[in-house]
């Protein structure tokens, strides 16, 4: 098999994990799976038209919110529940763990790299998901307001 | 306990009980207006962060009303959310006996999707892919799933005794770069870098992160902050116990 078809499946398995986890009932973990791989997915394609890993953590996670956020209304439940698993394989565990490499093995040059990197992931996803988000509570808080009063 | 009293200890026992299982403040802000126009409260002032709540309202018959909730650990448990925010949604659909609320509320605090077997396995899945999903063989896929085990065992008997989020971490990533790099000792073929990685993704604060770029949109900065700040010391705990174990096994082995 090849290794992208490899990573692809096994961040939906693994998000299946993590969605149980987080205690999210069976009925709503094909959401989950979906999600991560389609953020693994997106995060390949836009890496490889762009070139820039930053690019591709910032696309992945703008579509992993559209697609938590239209899955919430369709399915009536909170965007977290389906964001959080979504998002988990973006999440730089393994930046984070070189970081921690270089700092123990006193190799300056591994420890910046990955830091640096570890940075910029966080920063992406932040952004990405930002961008979506601020449209939605444009929407959704003057509707809410309406109906509160 | 009066009529008013256990309106408004349900509205705060429902927003507690989302806080405290993982829901983002400005969810439990929203649940919480919502529910108290329901009971017909008027004039709804709730402020929430991550450890507090503090409602102000003013009941039918004018007097003013203060209550607040400490919320002091944060366990994620999205059913619970999940469940709390359709009960809430049929109490604003009218549904306003509160003995029926009362008897949905206990059978939401019961309810458990997975048996604590369940939840093994959800570790060793959770994990044993991540490794492979880093890159490594089948190997040591294998040998993350009995490390993923362990960490949920000392997770849960470490709960008991302890609150502190920070400490668990610093426990448990010691305990999986430990065996780890016994097993790399053992086995020269395991890649004991992607083991950690794998099972390390079980103890990054992924919730506490998502949680708060989500409040810091909505404009609870205070709360975006605080979960932020609580996800930095939870990744820079998983890094102490890292390097502790490290510092002494790299010596040794």
Known sequence: ?149 | MNETDSKIACILDIGQMLLSNGADVNRVEDTTMRLSSAFDFRDCQVHAINSSIILTLTAPDETIITRARRITRIDTDLDKVDALNDLSRKICAGMNDMKSISVEMDRIRRAAPYSPFMMYFAYAVAAGFFTLFFGGTWMDMLCSVPIALLLRFVKVELSHFNDNKMVDNIILSAILTFCALVGQHLFPLLHSDLVIIGDIMLLIPGLAFCNSIHDMVMGDTISGVLSMFDAVLRALSIAIGYVAVWAVMGRLL
């Open chain 1, 1 to 149: 098999m090849r290794p992208e078809l490899i990573q692809i499946l096994s961040a939906g398995v693994a998000g299946i994990g993590f969605a149980m986890i987080f205690h999210i009932r069976p009925r709503h973990l094909p959401a989950a799976f979906l999600g991560s791989a389609l953020s693994w997915v997106l995060y390949l394609l836009t890496k490889q038209v762009w070139n820039s890993n930053a690019i591709g953590m910032m696309f992945a996670a703008l579509g992993v919110t559209v697609y938590s956020e239209v899955c919430a209304r369709i399915l009536r439940m909170p965007v977290s529940v389906i964001y959080t698993p979504s998002v988990i394989p973006l999440i730089p565990g393994g930046h984070l763990y070189y970081c921690m490499r270089g700092f123990v093995t006193d190799s300056h040059a591994e420890f910046v790299k990955y830091g640096s990197m570890l940075l910029e992931d966080t920063l992406s996803i932040v952004l990405g998901t930002m961008v979506v988000l601020t449209f939605v509570s444009a929407i959704t808080q003057k509707r809410n307001r309406k109906n509160i009063r």
